[in-house]
């Protein structure tokens, strides 16, 4: 059982050692936190309507358009993006992996994936996003707390926001570096994730994200990227299990071989 598990086990009267901790004992003593929604569902009525789910907008740039931005990489971070676009080069677009086959990306690049759909989920003091692909779901904590300092880290991060009118903010750090920005784009520990989620002002079957990502260690400058999702009223999320059809591979003697 890690740290935080252990924290949030205990009574509200110890877990105040830390600013997470205050905050996690002022909700349960007013009732207001994500942990207490009864009561609480009424004001969910004044958020904007993201129901169904939504599926990344993908087509050809418009003739003339600026090509996407790219990250600055430096130091060591800009060593490793240029020997892995080197391996790629040299042995036909195949490259070694550091993660299994069934790894889910985690952050950036789960807010992006291509045709599998996305579900937000509103309730009391959080909004949860339900990702078709790998079945990875993310939870954002709108209640007012701050970063949990005794976060271990993990593929989504730990994801706290506020609503700004009809826009969600999100602030997203301790995202392990196993994930990647692109494909063979590492980042540190020191990766910090800001967000802004809002239905377009002309079509409000569009949903923008726009996503900024900083990392002093690995970036020259913030990183900016925009995805435009697209609503399917009538759709629903279906199981993705990765690992149902995941095979040990085989050498080329023949033999299987295990990791």
Not at 4 to 28: C, E, H, I, N, W
Not at 164 to 187: Q, S, Y
Request: proline share 7%; with cysteine.
């Amino acid at each position: 059982m890690n740290a935080t598990m252990r924290k949030y086990l205990v009574a509200p009267l110890f877990v105040a050692f830390s600013a997470g901790s205050v905050q996690a004992a002022d909700a349960a003593k007013t009732g207001t936190g994500a942990a207490w929604p009864k009561g609480h569902y009424a004001a969910l009525n004044n958020l904007p309507d993201w129901g169904g789910v939504w599926v990344l907008a993908r087509g050809r740039p418009a003739p003339g358009a600026a090509a996407p931005e790219q990250p600055k990489f430096k130091g060591e971070y800009l060593a490793r993006y240029q020997a892995w676009q080197n391996e790629v080069r040299s042995n036909n677009g195949v490259v070694r992996k550091e993660t299994s086959n069934c790894m889910p990306p985690g952050m950036p690049n789960m807010m992006g994936t291509g045709q599998y759909p996305v579900e937000f989920l509103f309730t009391p003091g959080r909004v949860t996003t339900l990702h078709e692909a790998w079945m990875q779901t993310r939870t954002i904590f709108t209640d007012g707390r701050p970063h949990d300092p005794d976060y271990e880290g993990g593929i989504f991060g730990h994801s706290i926001g506020k609503w700004e009118g009809d826009a969600l903010v999100v602030d997203t750090v301790g995202i392990k570096t196993i994930t990647e920005l692109g494909a063979g784009m590492k980042h540190s520990a020191k990766l910090h994730i800001t967000e802004r989620f809002h239905l377009a002002k002309d079509d409000p079957n569009q949903l923008i994200l726009e996503m900024t990502m900083e990392d002093p260690e690995a970036l020259e400058a913030p990183y900016h990227r925009t995805f435009t999702f697209r609503r399917e009223r009538d759709w629903n999320l279906v199981e993705f299990v990765c690992a149902e059809n995941d095979r040990n591979p085989v050498g080329a003697d023949g033999i299987t071989k295990f990791k």
